[in-house]
């Protein structure tokens, strides 16, 4: 299996601009995880879907920050208007059941926003 | 709610020299205890796990062993390489937390040679 799939993998773009970030999950994972990381912060759960619906979406900032899951296969994370303070390392992670204990992480999309 | 407190780092060792990265951890129920590590420029992969009390989790000279009664999950290894330049975040699933991870804040550890 190739993994989780994040694109893109780096973007930098000015402030006001909309910006979208892309997951694709491991086949057949029943969750999905958005996570920000930032060396202020650290690690921050953003929101998480089971089978395509959204579970809890409690760590999302504020509402320039959406994100949709339309199929088992594809996640999208959205930020509309973008800010400098959005800057961060944003990883995506799938999970095949809610007793596994293991959550598989994409090699995440480095936003700036200048 | 759930939380996790690890060590402040950077950590910087000798290559070979003994590691250990403190963790303790507040949490409702039963949690399951992971620690995650994360190379440069990469995603966080699972290095290890305990389920329960008193297990140890092991994987590439790393362990750690749930202590219900000190509320902790210490990182330990005998011999560091360079290659074990890395963050390490310590993380726990609580038995309310239906799915979520709730992670600490990582540990920057830097292995010279």
């Known amino acids: 299996d190739a993994g989780v799939i994040q694109s893109p993998r780096h973007e930098v773009t000015e402030m006001g601009q909309e910006v979208t970030l892309r997951c694709k999950p491991i086949?057949?994972?029943?969750?999905l995880f958005w996570y920000r990381q930032t060396m202020m912060r650290g690690l921050e759960l953003l929101i998480y879907?089971?089978?395509?619906?959204?579970?809890?979406d409690s760590g999302m900032p504020e509402d320039r920050f959406s994100a949709k899951m339309p199929n088992a296969s594809f996640s999208t994370l959205k930020i509309q208007p973008s800010e400098p303070r959005d800057s961060a390392v944003y990883f995506c992670?799938?999970?095949?059941?809610?007793?596994?204990?293991?959550?598989?992480f994409g090699p995440g999309t480095r936003l700036t926003v200048t | 709610g759930d939380s996790v407190t690890q060590m402040e780092g950077p950590v910087t060792l000798s290559e070979e020299a003994f590691l250990t990265i403190n963790c303790t951890y507040t949490?409702?129920?039963?949690?399951?205890l992971f620690w995650y590590v994360q190379y440069p420029g990469e995603g966080l992969q699972l290095l290890l796990k305990?389920?329960?009390?008193?297990d140890k989790g092991s994987n590439k000279g790393f362990e750690a062993t749930y202590r219900k009664e000190t509320t902790s999950f210490h990182l330990e290894k005998g011999s560091v390489q360079v290659s074990d330049s890395a963050v390490y975040f310590c993380?726990?699933?609580?038995?309310?937390?239906?799915?979520?991870?709730?992670f600490g804040q990582g540990t920057i550890l830097t292995v010279h040679p």
């Open positions: 992670a799938s999970s095949p059941r809610l007793a596994s204990n293991e959550q598989y």
């Open positions: 086949s057949g994972h029943d969750y």
């Open positions: 879907f089971n089978n395509n619906v959204p579970i809890d």
């Open positions: 949490a409702t129920g039963y949690p399951s």
């Open positions: 305990a389920t329960k009390a008193d």
């Open positions: 993380a726990l699933k609580g038995g309310t937390s239906y799915g979520k991870l709730t």
